[in-house]
T-cell receptor, first 113, second 111 residues
Framework: NAGVTQTPKFQVLKTGQSMTLQCAQDMNHEYMSWYRQDPGMGLRLIHYSVGAGITDQGEVPNGYNVSRSTTEDFPLRLLSAAPSQTSVYFCASTLGPVRTEAFFGQGTRLTVV | SQQGEEDPQALSIQEGENATMNCSYK?????LQWYRQNSGRGLVHLIL?????REKHSGRLRVTLDTSKKSSSLLITASRAADTASYFC???????????FGTGTSLTVIP
């Protein structure tokens, strides 16, 4: 199994550009989520989904959109990139509610200039 | 915020020594998990302890949970250079579907 796959691994954007970070899992997990990791801040939840067609906001959702059309995929869209969105982004999936372990992708390092 | 805090922020020990790191959180939980992150990589699950458990072991890992103090500790015994990583605690809330991660402890094990 590939687990959780994120693409791209690195990305540089100019302020105002938009892009989509891809996340796919092959474990048939219902729950998927996106985090950003900044120095000294730990991981902060951006958006999450408890199943296909269902999404909800986390702690820091502004500037990001998500959709969940299939169980496998959970893309994260940056609508108009800002330097404050420079961060490392992680996608994670869990089999069920957060009472079980999460599986993480390898991360996308995004720089907005 | 539910976010936990790990203590210390950084820890440096000699190979073979034990490493202890602590996590404090703010509200009631169903379970608490510990994750490891090697530099430049994603997080890897280490161990989960439920709110009705007080101690749990997995190999060289020992986790304790004190719900009255809203705190947990992770002990790594007989540390190895390969244990060098950042360690995070993660909690859920009694309601909701979210993990809340702490700020992490950076562990360096010197060969």
């Amino acid at each position: 199994n590939a687990g959780v796959t994120q693409t791209p691994k690195f990305q540089v954007l100019k302020t105002g550009q938009s892009m989509t970070l891809q996340c796919a899992q092959d474990m048939n997990h219902e729950y998927m989520s996106w985090y950003r990791q900044d120095p000294g801040m730990g991981l902060r939840l951006i958006h999450y989904s408890v199943g296909a067609g269902i999404t909800d906001q986390g702690e820091v959702p502004n500037g990001y959109n998500v959709s969940r059309s299939t169980t496998e995929d959970f893309p994260l869209r940056l609508l108009s990139a800002a330097p404050s969105q420079t961060s490392v982004y992680f996608c994670a999936s869990t089999l069920g509610p957060v009472r079980t372990e999460a599986f993480f992708g390898q991360g996308t390092r995004l720089t907005v200039v | 915020s539910q976010q936990g805090e790990e203590d210390p922020q950084a820890l440096s020990i000699q190979e073979g020594e034990n490493a202890t790191m602590n996590c404090s959180y703010k509200t009631s939980i169903n379970n608490l998990q510990w994750y490891r992150q090697n530099s430049g990589r994603g997080l890897v699950h280490l161990i989960l302890i439920r709110s009705n458990e007080r101690e749990k072991h997995s190999g060289r890992l020992r986790v304790t949970l004190d719900t009255s103090k809203k705190s947990s500790s992770l002990l790594i015994t007989a540390s190895r250079a390969a244990d060098t990583a950042s360690y995070f605690c993660a909690t859920d809330a009694n309601t909701g579907n979210q993990f809340y991660f702490g700020t992490g402890t950076s562990l360096t094990v010197i060969p």
